[in-house]
């Protein structure tokens, strides 16, 4: 099925492969997903450790409005690769992203997309694509994820004509923050050339991007010196994420040498803040050979979009209006939201505004 062909007027928009020729195509790609596992296992950057400690640097306070930008690094922690099902290859750059700085979350409330959000961050992303959404998918769960990141922050202007400069790193700051995903939107991207803008996108929805005012700047930072410590995600109580940063393949100089180069026209001024990645743990799971298998039968996005759609349509980790989520780093910081639909964040806007 190509993109420009119709689809059935259904919930998952997809027809299903036949189950014997399903069989098949699905033994080969875990076949060849079992033989090429092995080839690139995600491996940790072994930079020498620090804590987030007042002997090894001082506590600031970060706010909302000395934030010029942000920017993210996907798939960047070694057992977060593995469960998305992704490969990986130490030779090719970390995926990235620019976020709205509309998304910056500065209350105590997470919006859950509905439709009509849904179909607008998709026009501003693709001109045309709300049109085709609205025709084929009567339905679509946003399907909200939770990732809890360490945000890492610029304290001074990233000067470009230092890139070479193997020693050179600008001075940074380090806060808890975490991303919410769309995962559906997500899924647009899959195999176009902006991938990029889509995933900026899933996760710009207005308060999807946290960021902790309670800042950590080292004494000293090299490129062999990487910050170690806990990251967490709880949801209604029940522990969702629990990692490390130990755990991370890239170091800083590498992250943010990914960023300038993907963004070569971005000045990276002070207070930009990246978030850097997430550990296992998040709600939308891939097994490697469904990503092998939907390549080896040419599934356009749309396609993709009602599988992945069905298939966690019933998955009680992600997340719904409702549900308390809180992130933490360590015992140095937590944040902590609720998750609202769209007409319960319009009451809370309109009786703060009215106050």
């Known amino acids: 099925m190509t993109e420009a062909q119709s689809c059935p007027n259904d919930k998952t928009q997809y027809q299903p492969c036949p189950p014997v020729l ?18 690139n296992t995600p491996k940790p950057f072994n930079g020498e450790p620090v804590q987030l400690d007042v002997s090894d640097g001082q506590w600031q306070t970060l706010q909302p409005e000395n934030i010029t930008a942000i920017y993210g690094i996907g798939l960047s922690y070694a057992e977060h690769i593995v469960e998305t099902g992704r490969t990986w290859d130490p030779d090719t750059p970390a995926p990235v992203f620019k976020k709205s700085l509309n998304s910056l979350n500065t209350g105590q409330t997470i919006v859950y997309p509905d439709r009509a959000s849904f179909l607008t961050m998709a026009e501003t992303v693709e001109p045309g694509l709300a049109r085709v959404l609205e025709e084929r998918f009567p339905y679509i769960n946003p399907l909200l994820d939770y990732e809890v990141e360490l945000g890492m922050v610029l304290l001074e202007p990233y000067d470009r004509s230092r890139i070479n400069d ?3 790193l600008p001075r940074l700051g380090f806060v808890l923050a975490a991303d919410i995903t769309a995962r559906s939107f997500m899924v647009l991207g899959e195999d176009k050339p902006n991938q990029s803008e889509y995933w900026g996108a899933a996760k710009s929805f207005p308060g999807f991007s946290a960021v902790g005012s309670k800042m950590w700047i080292p ?8 910050v170690n410590v806990s990251l967490e995600t709880w949801v209604n109580g ?33 207070g930009t803040v990246i978030m850097t990645g997430t550990p296992p743990g998040v709600a939308f799971r891939v097994p490697g050979w469904k990503r092998a298998l939907a390549k080896m039968l040419g599934l356009n996005r749309f396609t993709l979009l009602g599988m992945v759609i069905e298939a966690n349509d019933n998955n009680p980790d992600f997340l719904m209006p409702g549900d308390i989520i809180g992130f933490n780093v360590g015992q140095y910081d937590s944040l902590n939201y609720k998750v609202v639909g769209q007409s319960a964040a319009e009451e809370i806007t309109g009786s703060t505004g009215s106050n």
């Open 22 to 39: 399903f069989f098949w195509f699905a033994l080969i790609a875990i076949s060849l997903t079992t033989l090429l596992s092995g080839c």
């Open 166 to 168: 193997s020693n050179y």
């Open 219 to 226: 004494s000293a930072f090299s490129n062999e010196t990487v």
């Open 238 to 270: 029940k522990q969702r994420q629990n990692g490390n940063t130990s755990d991370r393949v890239y170091s800083a100089k590498e992250m943010i040498e990914f960023i300038a180069a993907q963004y070569p026209g971005d000045p990276l001024h002070a």
